[in-house]
């Protein structure tokens, strides 16, 4: 079996690239989808927790983010082609209309 | 399995799905009408159901979810608010004609469903499903004026940081479930108290609170309150700054209470720092704006420091405290948010400006957005002041003297602001001097939160047996 510390540098690499991706990236799908990483670096530590103390309901949950990841970018796309046809951009930099 | 207990989330379910098949058998040519009556049915019979529930205390799912008196409490609060909010989008989007409001309904509905199953979450799985239920309903709610940019706006940057919080709170439930091997509050609280000064333990208590604390707008994850309140239709604010920050607030009480007891050092370290910054942040922020909803969103910012401070007192004063402020809190906002309602149509523009000279075009929606506006800066006779009087004395009691320093010296501050609404309404000369006339139901609806607001100032204690009544498990 896999260490768990080896997991854990593992999902905490992957939540990181997520988050640096949420940081920097400035298109809205690749910001999405940095989101998707990160829930499934959490993903990952259900599933070795899991393994780990031998019990079914870690893996159960995975699933249930699973379908809330899946739920979160649909209602992000939804936003996004929203945006795209009043502005025809899915660029952050550019919506800046709220501000003060 | 005692299923009776989940009767108030059956009927707000049922209510949800004779909406959801109305809605696809009907089609776009579906009255609204008939779905309000749907939806105040649904309203009534939770209340109902929720009043004989009061006193049977219970567990359902294998202790997964519980229903205790300060479930029951929240349910009742949420029931109320969206009553309220149902009511008064119900004028906000009578004139624009062509929004279909039936999905509107819909979407609002959902988000209540989402609060009832939060506060009654006893496993991190339950909370966080339910806690998502409720935020992606608003992530929809706030872009649902498809034409108005701004609201697309806030829909796309509340989306995007509310996903973040939600990649947070997953984080920290993954983390506490390598080490609990549970998802469990119960057993996971026993992993707490086992190893307190576990590193993984303490990573993941931080993430959950920091996304918890971005759900009710706390400094610094408050970036996203300001532009959501601006952009979001005006019933969606109400809602969002009301039912979104109670539960936030609900959540953070049980956590902070039961499974993160064994940090009771680091709490009071902790959310004093959070509740300083909050008052300071959100007041200062508040004093330049011209725009009401911007500066309601400042505000509520401002409010968040003030019931955080009931977080970082002593248990027993600071729990009764922070849910008597949060009443108050909750009366004010809803009426101002029912004038806004109903004045948005009207005077087209949310500029603090263009509510020049209401008081000669509707006397009473200018009288009760006075009372509301000086309710939540803490005006004596009025219920915000006896929330504020009551937190500032929990920290006082605990030795938080600079704290309590820092709310009392941000209540001038709050005038200041307040009162500029206040002074555009009743000094200045209106634009247009057409009269805005108010429907019979509204006039009922803000008559009754207005007496509310001035009956929790007069009367303390029926108010608070209610409050010590719901924490009477804590």
Known sequence: MIPIGHVLIVSGILFSIGLAGLLIRRNILLILLSIELMMNAANLLLIAGSALHGEADGQITAFFVMVIAAVEVTVGLAVAVLLFRTRQTVDTYDIKWLKG | ?474
């Open chain 2, 1 to 474: 399995m005692n299923f009776s207990l989940l009767l108030p989330e059956w009927i707000a379910l049922g209510t949800l799905l004779i909406l959801i098949f109305r809605e696809i058998l009907n089609g776009p040519k579906s009255r609204n009408s008939s779905g309000i009556a749907i939806l105040l049915t649904g309203t009534a019979l939770l209340l109902l159901s929720l009043f004989f529930l009061r006193n049977s205390p219970g567990s359902a799912f294998g202790g997964t979810f519980v229903l205790d008196s300060f479930a029951v409490f929240f349910k009742i609060f949420f029931s109320l608010a969206a009553f309220v909010v149902l009511v008064s989008s119900r004028f906000f989007f009578r004139p624009l004609g062509g929004e279909k409001t039936a999905e509107f309904f819909l979407i609002l509905w959902c988000a209540l469903l989402g609060m009832l199953f939060l506060v009654s979450a006893n496993d991190f799985l339950i909370l966080f499903i339910a806690l998502e239920i409720m935020t992606l309903s608003f992530y929809i709610l706030t872009a649902y004026q498809k034409g108005n940019l701004a609201s697309i706006e806030a829909g796309v940057k509340y989306l995007i940081l509310g996903s973040l919080a939600s990649a947070f709170i997953i984080y920290g439930i993954g983390l506490l479930y390598v080490v609990a091997g549970s998802t469990h509050f119960d057993s996971i609280q026993a992993a707490f108290a086992a190893q307190p000064g576990h590193k993984l333990l303490l990573l993941s208590a931080l993430l959950i609170l920091s996304g918890l604390c971005f759900k009710v707008a706390a400094v610094p994850f408050q970036l996203w309150a300001p532009d959501v309140y601006e952009g979001a239709p005006v019933p969606v604010v109400a809602f969002l700054s009301v039912g979104s920050k109670a539960a936030g607030f609900a959540l953070l009480i049980r956590l902070i209470f039961t499974v993160f007891t064994p940090f009771d050092h680091e709490r009071k370290i902790l959310f004093p720092v959070l509740a300083a910054m909050t008052i300071i942040y959100g007041n200062l922020g508040a004093v330049v704006q011209k725009n009401i909803k911007r500066l309601l969103g400042f505000s509520s910012i401002a409010h968040t420091g003030y019931l955080l401070i009931g977080l970082a007192a002593a248990r027993d004063s600071g729990l009764a405290a922070l849910l008597y402020y949060l009443l108050t809190y909750a009366l004010a906002n809803l009426a101002i948010f029912f004038v806004l309602s109903l004045t948005a149509n009207e005077l087209k523009s949310d500029q603090i400006d263009a509510f020049r000279g209401l008081a000669e075009r509707s006397p009473f929606l200018a009288a009760s957005l006075f009372i509301a506006l000086l309710s939540l800066a803490g005006v004596p006779p009025l219920a915000g002041f006896v929330g504020k009087f009551l937190i500032l004395s929990a920290a006082i009691r605990d030795h938080l003297m600079w704290l309590a320093l820092i709310g009392i010296l941000a209540i001038p501050i709050s005038l200041y602001y307040y009162l500029g609404v206040i002074r555009s309404m009743y000094l200045e000369e209106p634009v247009h001097t057409a009269s805005i006339t108010v429907p019979g139901s509204a006039k009922l609806i803000l008559g009754l939160l207005i007496t509310g607001i001035l009956l929790a100032g007069f009367f303390q204690s029926p108010v608070f047996r209610i409050v010590e009544n719901a924490l009477q498990h804590f």
